[in-house]
């Protein structure tokens, strides 16, 4: 049976299977970053705000280097997060995941 198009709920998990960058992504995510984000995405954490559908740009400039991309008006002003030059390769999978939550 198929869902009415125009219900439009909004649901906390994923709908669909993540594909294989996502998956990826998710293990790195969990790995790394739930000491302070929360393990959903879309809720605040302990010490770090909702991260789903956080762009590309923001994911690459914070893990990378700690700072905002130009315009980025951060969620909190603190200065907790660490840097993670390790995970450079996994940007784009971070970036995957975080915004496989993402409708419309
Ligand atoms: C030690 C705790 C900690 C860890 C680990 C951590 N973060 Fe954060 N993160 C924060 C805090 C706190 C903020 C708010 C700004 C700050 O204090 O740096 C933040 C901010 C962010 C933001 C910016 C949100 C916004 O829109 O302003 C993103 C994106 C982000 N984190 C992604 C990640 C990812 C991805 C990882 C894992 C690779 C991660 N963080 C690991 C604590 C953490």
């Known amino acids: 049976m198929l869902l009415p ?4 709920q909004k649901k906390a998990g994923n ?5 294989a960058l996502e998956t ?26 909702a991260v789903a559908g956080s762009s590309l740009e923001l ?7 700690r700072d905002y991309p130009a ?3 951060p969620k909190r002003t603190s200065e907790v997060m ?3 030059p390790q995970l450079k390769d996994d940007v ?5 995941y975080l915004n496989s939550f ?3």
């Open 5 to 8: 198009l125009l219900s439009c």
């Open 15 to 19: 709908e669909r299977p993540l594909t």
């Open 24 to 49: 990826r992504g998710k293990g790195v995510y969990l790995s790394n970053c739930i000491q302070c984000h929360n393990p959903d995405p879309n809720l605040d954490g302990s010490i770090g705000p």
């Open 92 to 96: 784009p999978g971070l970036h995957a």
């Open 59 to 65: 994911i690459e400039h914070r893990v990378l280097t």
């Open 82 to 84: 660490p840097d993670f």
């Open 102 to 104: 993402v409708k419309n």
């Open 71 to 73: 315009g980025h008006k």
